[in-house]
């Protein structure tokens, strides 16, 4: 599965913004996907993630009640809608797409993922 995030940019806090994810291949809809984020100097951690039929989501506590992960697998894309969001929420934004096919386990570290995105900037501005 090849993937190319988008709809990153600069907001305010209390804003809000939808990033999506455009997968290539036919194997979109049996993989598990999920959000990362990296901000400067920290290491990539997990935002929040979604089953391969979409029944499921789950997410950080950092972001739980403020960003929502959907998936179009018609359209082969996995989108997460931000809002509310504050200046710690700035970080570059990866999509990622599971090692394992059709899992019913929830999967929330960097291992579990071995397709990933290029990234999108989100800036949060005070």
């Known amino acids: 599965v090849q993937l190319q995030a988008s709809g990153g940019g600069l907001v305010q806090a209390g804003g809000s913004l939808r990033l999506s994810c455009a997968a290539s291949?036919?194997?979109?809809?049996?993989?598990?996907m999920g959000w990362f984020r990296q901000a400067p100097g920290k290491e990539r951690e997990f935002v929040g993630g979604?089953?391969?039929?979409?029944?499921?989501?789950y997410y950080a506590d950092s972001v739980k009640g403020r960003f929502t992960i959907s998936r179009d697998n018609a359209k082969n894309t996995v989108y997460l809608q931000m809002n509310f969001l504050k200046p710690e929420d700035t970080a570059v934004y990866y999509c990622?797409?599971?090692?394992?096919?059709?899992?019913?386990?929830?999967?929330?570290?960097?291992?579990?993922?071995?397709?990933w995105g290029q990234g999108t900037q989100v800036t949060v501005s005070s």
């Open positions: 990622a797409a599971s090692n394992v096919r059709w899992t019913t386990m929830y999967l929330t570290t960097r291992a579990d993922f071995g397709s």
């Open positions: 291949g036919r194997t979109f809809s049996s993989h598990h």
């Open positions: 979604i089953s391969w039929s979409g029944s499921s989501t």
